[in-house]
């Protein structure tokens, strides 16, 4: 990374006996689609408060370019901010609210009329400015909020959960607006959500934090492809985990049994001969076969059809059920509870996880 933007380095925040913020440190680069993923009481909004000053750390430090500002009060840092039921004032009208910003940092009037209505085109809402908050659904009050964030250009704009109160369609196509936005500004986005599919699709980088604690960062094909440990695994997309043996290593390519059947995985770290490893393997890298044809022997459990795809449940005597995810418009099988069928993997598919950090 070309020298950061912010750097957040040892961040401890304690309540009582928890650790909301167990040493976390990370760099975010100007420009970036930065998410903070995971779940409910991972840390996500105390790491985005300490950022934007609303609560102090107990310990470590942040700096914004190569500016110390661990101590600064919220209003010195300059971060525009739209946090979950950061609710849009009341009696201001659009104009007001999203002038709001720019009064109290006192700019002259002919400025703030201009950058209202630049930051209301912005987000498509120029024809909505003598309304009151009242008067809009929730994804304009949302679009309204973003602008009042943005009206004064501020090179970072911190956004915690900011689409979750809406539903499932709007929430997608707001989604789109913000990527878009973010993608024409250039300004740094550090964007919380619990929800996996919104970080997948928006973030240029995703931090996957749990009890305070950062588990893995990375782009998100990273993350869902080379998951680090069983957390992420699990957490970002389905996961099957298989309980495997090392028999031989021989360079990237280590030779694995799992009761009773042999496989090969692909891995870049060291793991010794004997040692015993956990495997996670996708349900779509899962290739459902006739029996005899691949890895595993297996009988068909339970088939649920989900339109594009077919989930189908497995079991195996000895590693019990296994999640296979297959296109429907396949029809080499027709899966059916009871079917004797075999399972297949190639062998870049199993990810080598590390024991998951307790
Ligand atoms: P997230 O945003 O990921 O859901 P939070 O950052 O809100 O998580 O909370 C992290 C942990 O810190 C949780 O266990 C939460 O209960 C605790 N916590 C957060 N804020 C406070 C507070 N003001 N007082 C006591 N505990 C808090
Ligand atoms: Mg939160």
Same mark, same amino acid.
Request: with cysteine; hydrophobic share 40%.
């Given at each position: 990374?070309?020298?950061?933007?912010?750097?957040?380095?040892?961040?401890?925040?304690?309540?009582?006996?928890?650790?909301?913020?167990?040493?976390?440190?990370?760099?975010?680069?100007?420009?970036?689609?930065?998410?903070?993923?995971?779940?409910?009481?991972?840390?996500?909004?105390?790491?985005?408060?300490?950022?934007?000053?609303?609560?102090?750390?107990?310990?470590?430090?942040?700096?914004?370019?190569?500016?110390?500002?661990?101590?600064?009060?919220?209003?010195?840092?300059?971060?525009?901010?739209?946090?979950?039921?950061?609710?849009?004032?009341?009696?201001?009208?659009?104009?007001?609210?999203?002038?709001?910003?720019?009064?109290?940092?006192?700019?002259?009037?002919?400025?703030?009329?201009?950058?209202?209505?630049?930051?209301?085109?912005?987000?498509?809402?120029?024809?909505?400015?003598?309304?009151?908050?009242?008067?809009?659904?929730?994804?304009?009050?949302?679009?309204?909020?973003?602008?009042?964030?943005?009206?004064?250009?501020?090179?970072?704009?911190?956004?915690?959960?900011?689409?979750?109160?809406?539903?499932?369609?709007?929430?997608?196509?707001?989604?789109?607006?913000?990527?878009?936005?973010?993608?024409?500004?250039?300004?740094?986005?550090?964007?919380?959500?619990?929800?996996?599919?919104?970080?997948?699709?928006?973030?240029?980088?995703?931090?996957?934090?749990?009890?305070?604690?950062?588990?893995?960062?990375?782009?998100?094909?990273?993350?869902?492809?080379?998951?680090?440990?069983?957390?992420?695994?699990?957490?970002?997309?389905?996961?099957?985990?298989?309980?495997?043996?090392?028999?031989?290593?021989?360079?990237?390519?280590?030779?694995?049994?799992?009761?009773?059947?042999?496989?090969?995985?692909?891995?870049?770290?060291?793991?010794?001969?004997?040692?015993?490893?956990?495997?996670?393997?996708?349900?779509?890298?899962?290739?459902?076969?006739?029996?005899?044809?691949? =890895?595993? +022997? #297996?009988?068909?459990?339970? $088939? %649920?059809?989900?339109?594009? &795809?077919?989930?189908?449940? @497995?079991?195996? !005597?000895?590693?019990?059920?296994?999640?296979?995810?297959?296109?429907?418009?396949?029809?080499? =099988?027709? +899966? #059916?509870?009871?079917?004797? $069928? %075999?399972?297949?993997?190639? &062998?870049?598919?199993?990810? @080598?996880?590390? !024991?998951?950090?307790?």
């Amino acid at each position: 990374m070309t020298s950061p933007i912010l750097s957040i380095t040892n961040a401890v925040k304690r309540y009582g006996a928890v650790n909301a913020l167990d040493d976390v440190s990370l760099d975010v680069a100007e420009g970036e689609f930065l998410t903070l993923l995971g779940p409910s009481g991972s840390g996500k909004t105390t790491l985005l408060s300490a950022i934007a000053g609303f609560i102090q750390l107990d310990n470590g430090q942040l700096r914004l370019r190569d500016e110390d500002i661990t101590s600064e009060p919220p209003e010195r840092r300059g971060f525009g901010m739209v946090f979950q039921g950061y609710a849009l004032f009341p009696t201001m009208t659009v104009r007001e609210n999203v002038a709001f910003p720019l009064k109290v940092r006192k700019r002259p009037a002919a400025e703030i009329a201009e950058r209202v209505q630049d930051a209301l085109d912005l987000v498509q809402m120029g024809a909505f400015a003598d309304r009151l908050p009242t008067q809009l659904s929730g994804g304009q009050q949302q679009r309204i909020a973003l602008a009042r964030a943005m009206s004064f250009q501020p090179q970072v704009l911190l956004l915690d959960e900011p689409l979750s109160a809406l539903d499932k369609k709007l929430r997608a196509d707001l989604q789109w607006e913000l990527k878009a936005l973010h993608d024409q500004l250039g300004v740094t986005f550090i964007y919380v959500t619990h929800d996996q599919d919104e970080a997948l699709s928006m973030s240029d980088r995703i931090v996957i934090l749990k009890d305070g604690a950062i588990q893995q960062q990375g782009a998100p094909d990273t993350l869902y492809n080379r998951p680090h440990n069983s957390f992420v695994a699990d957490f970002l997309g389905k996961s099957n985990f298989i309980e495997a043996q090392i028999e031989a290593r021989d360079g990237q390519v280590l030779r694995c049994s799992a009761a009773g059947a042999g496989f090969e995985v692909e891995t870049d770290t060291d793991h010794a001969k004997g040692a015993a490893v956990r495997i996670a393997l996708r349900p779509e890298r899962l290739r459902l076969a006739a029996p005899g044809e691949e =890895i595993l +022997p #297996a009988t068909v459990k339970q $088939v %649920s059809y989900l339109g594009e &795809r077919c989930q189908v449940i @497995v079991t195996h !005597p000895g590693l019990g059920e296994l999640l296979v995810s297959r296109p429907t418009w396949k029809t080499d =099988i027709t +899966p #059916a509870p009871g079917l004797a $069928v %075999s399972i297949g993997w190639d &062998r870049d598919a199993g990810v @080598v996880l590390a !024991p998951d950090a307790t």
